[in-house]
């Protein structure tokens, strides 16, 4: 499954591939492909993204491509399950393995997609059923297809308004995240 995209492009603007979030080669197209991944990342190497593959939601038993993406920690193994969302606009978890493991819905956690440098885009979803708005903005582009980006992703309670995370991340070229910073809120 592929999504095309067919949008002319500016100086400030580029196609930002699903291959940044996996690690995987870069393509020169600009359409979205489920591509193999097999990936140990992160400073430590405690970071590994395998898929796609085929997952069956609890809730409603629909059967949909996703990348398996675990972190060792002292707590234990972390898994978190993504696939593309939002028409395309990203990447996202449809499920989490912490707190007791919980589905996700029309989660944004990667930007995909013609994206410009400082534009910000907004989703609503939900996590375990609690409401939730999604923000991402794009910090540092770069101007090639294979260049890093740097984007901010902020986690908002719909109900109240109330941020709950803020985090930039990096993504660099056959390397998946390179770099988290954690705004403690």
């Keep these: 499954m592929g999504l095309m995209w067919i949008i002319p492009v500016s100086a400030n603007e580029r ?7 996996i690690g995987g080669e870069i393509r020169e197209d600009t359409e979205i492909k489920y591509t193999k991944a ?5 400073e430590k ?3 590994k993204i395998v898929g796609p593959e085929d997952w069956k939601n609890p809730q409603t038993g629909e059967i949909i491509k996703v990348y398996k993406r675990t972190r060792e920690g002292q707590s234990g193994l972390k898994t978190q399950l993504f696939t593309v969302t939002n028409d395309g606009q990203c990447i996202g978890r449809v499920w989490d393995s912490r707190r007791g493991g919980r589905v996700i819905e029309n989660g944004c956690k990667f930007p995909l997609g013609f994206w410009k440098e400082g534009e910000t885009r907004s989703f609503k979803g939900s996590s375990g059923g609690k ?6 903005t794009i910090l540092k582009l770069g101007k090639k297809p294979k260049s890093s980006i740097k984007f901010n992703w902020k986690l908002y309670n719909l109900s109240s308004g109330e941020l709950m995370d803020d985090n930039d991340y990096t993504f660099s070229p056959g390397k998946a995240m390179t770099k988290l910073n954690d705004k403690k809120l």
């Design 45 to 47: 190497k405690r970071k």
């Design 131 to 136: 409401p939730r708005k999604i923000e991402l």
């Design 38 to 42: 097999n990936k140990i990342f992160g």
């Design 15 to 21: 196609f930002i591939p699903l291959e940044l979030f």
